[in-house]
Each structure stands twice: as C-alpha cells, then as structure tokens.
C-alpha cells in the first residue's frame, strides 16, 4: 500500500474526529502514514473549528 494522500489524511482526520473512524483504517494511518501530516492537519482542522465556532457565536449574539 503506498502512502495516503491529502485526501485521505483529511478524511482520516475528520472521521477520528467526530467518533466513527474504523479500525481497518486506523491502522493504515499508522502503518503508512507520517505522523507530521496527521499533525499539521489535526491542527489546521482544530483552528477552523474554533474559528467557525467564534463566527456562530458572535453573529448570534447581540
């Protein structure tokens, strides 16, 4: 199995995310893939949730 694109790390990132991840895939990322790429898009993932949370919040409130 070759190493597992943007794509894939993003859907990998956002199943394990919200709970419904699979283990068949769980172990593909840890077997192919690099810890940096999770990393860096679990961060960018991280601050646009926080980001679309404060954009609801303040548009909400008076």
Not at 33 to 40: K, N, P, R, W
Request: no cysteine; proline share 3%; charged share 10%.
């Amino acid at each position: 199995m070759s190493k597992p694109g943007i794509l894939q790390v993003i859907k990998s990132v956002v199943a394990a995310g919200i709970g419904v991840q699979s283990n068949k895939n769980r172990e593909i990322d840890f077997q192919h893939g690099s810890l940096s790429s999770y990393v860096i898009v679990g961060f960018v993932a991280t601050i646009l949730f926080i980001l679309t949370l404060v954009f609801i919040v303040s548009n909400v409130t008076p």
